[in-house]
């Protein structure tokens, strides 16, 4: 049996972070959920993920090309797994354990410099650790490492596929 091509893939790859994507903004702007750094830095793994899903789909790549395209959405989906299981974590330590809430990501990239803003935004803070929503007893970080997970598992489907 063989797989779908790498286009059809790569496509239904794309409308999957899409779908994501969705779900992101509308827990943001109609349930009202603010989404701390680490969401947002989630967030720009889903859109570096289908950025590279998109291009694939567009462009159609033979053997090498979608191998090429799945090492780049496999290091995407990796750098949002280890994010989001950094939230994970974040959420099983006490309270009193974590630091003080961070300023917006606005403030903080007119007033840090770049390298800063990344060690603070990975080192988390109380606003990361918070439990907003869950959905069948799984909260946000644990259903975008779930998600994370099913996107590293269809690089490794399209990077390891034979044909």
Do not use: K
């Not at 603010?34 to 033979?62: D, K, S, W």
């Amino acid at each position: 049996m063989s797989l779908a091509r790498p286009r059809s893939l790569f496509a239904l790859a794309f409308l999957g972070c899409v779908a994501l994507m969705g779900g992101a903004l509308y827990l943001e702007h109609i349930v009202g959920l603010e989404p701390c750094p680490l969401c947002v830095l989630q967030r720009i793994f889903v859109i570096a993920f289908a950025v590279v899903c998109l291009i694939g789909a567009i462009h159609g790549p033979g053997r090498i090309g979608t191998r090429v395209y799945s090492v780049f959405a496999l290091l995407f989906a990796a750098g949002g797994a280890a994010t989001a299981a950094r939230q994970i974590w974040l959420q099983t330590v006490p309270a009193d354990q974590l630091p003080a809430c961070l300023p917006s990501l606005e403030y903080m990239m007119d007033a840090l410099p770049f390298q800063e803003i990344i060690r603070v935004v990975l080192h988390g803070s109380a606003d990361c650790a918070e439990v907003n929503w869950t959905l069948f007893g799984m909260s946000i970080p644990e259903w975008s490492l779930l998600a994370f997970v099913g996107m590293i598992g269809f690089a490794l489907l399209q990077l390891l596929r034979s044909d």
